[in-house]
């Protein structure tokens, strides 16, 4: 009987979200089904990575649950549907196919606009408005105020994430100015966190959320300079399914008019890099060309 009730709730709910958003759909989308079908699921399946960490997505021992700020915007997103968020982890570079072969609906996980506009995902996917503008930062040990920029890393040990956007600053770096700096590479962030702290390494190139969450945990680090290569991060779902985009893309546009994504932000000490979600016009050709998927640190 509560099954039933629920499946009715939800097809009384998807009923008026159709209506709220019969100005918003184009009439070549009118019959797509992909909100109905979450709807009466009752449930938003979203593909997440825990490995990526904080403050993105975590598994909090405390809690025994994930946590983290993407994990936050999952909820409020379901909760304006008013359906369950469903948070499904899958490593990273597997998610593409498994939005594609519809085992999640939704990818939110450090995902950066026109990524997979490239290779073999591209055409395949759309993607939501934004709900992060990202940026590369410089974080370094609190005694190693000399460092201020890429500029003042000549000659110094400096990590990155493998596959990073960090990585790709580095390496484009090094390759006009003759590997000036002595880059490493890994995956373990953790390792090289604490290569820094130990003073094996003199610096480290780091996603800001990433930088902002080590430096909100390691007093004796700080972040120095501008911002580098700032793009925003969308959720991303199949390209047929258009109904659900702009019920996601509703909850996020009302999240950031409430208020709730700046409350969501500041919880995590992000919001102070958000006085506005806009690239510059150039930044989607900027990165793409430097950031692919092939990489030399893969």
């Known amino acids: 009987m509560f099954k039933f009730a629920h499946k009715l709730a939800g097809l009384a709910i998807y009923t008026g979200l159709c209506l709220g958003f019969a100005s918003t759909i184009s009439p070549v989308f009118a019959e797509d089904s992909s909100l109905g079908i979450v709807m009466r699921r009752g449930q938003l399946r979203v593909g997440i990575d825990a490995a990526i960490g904080g403050p993105y997505m975590f598994w909090n021992a405390k809690t025994q649950f994930y946590d983290g700020f993407e994990l936050e915007i999952i909820q409020e997103i379901a909760a304006k549907l008013n359906i369950e968020p469903r948070p499904i982890n899958i490593p990273w570079s597997t998610q593409p196919e498994n939005l594609s072969s519809r085992q999640v609906d939704v990818l939110l996980s450090a995902r950066e606009e026109g990524a997979l506009e490239t290779g073999d995902t591209k055409g395949k996917f759309i993607e939501t408005v934004p709900y992060y503008r990202s940026a590369q930062r410089l974080l370094i040990r609190a005694d190693g105020t000399q460092i201020k920029s890429l500029r003042d890393m000549i000659g110094k040990r400096v ?50 959320p990433v930088a902002v969450w080590q430096a909100r945990n390691n007093p004796n680090f700080i972040i120095v300079g501008e911002p580098l290569i700032p793009i925003r991060l969308v959720a991303i779902v199949n390209k047929d399914d258009v109904s659900l985009k702009n019920a996601v893309d509703r909850a996020l546009t009302e999240m950031r008019q409430e208020g709730k994504l700046e409350q969501i932000l500041k919880r995590w000490n992000l919001w102070e890099s958000q006085k506005t979600l806009k690239s510059t016009t150039v930044l989607p050709v900027t990165v793409l060309a430097i950031i692919t998927p092939y990489s030399v640190y893969q």
């Open 159 to 208: 990590g990155v994430v493998a596959n990073s956007g960090g990585a790709a600053i580095a390496e484009t770096y090094n390759k006009n100015r003759g590997n000036a700096i002595r880059l490493f590479s890994s995956r373990d962030l953790d390792r090289m966190v604490i290569q820094l702290r130990d003073r094996q390494l003199d610096a480290m190139i780091l996603d800001e």
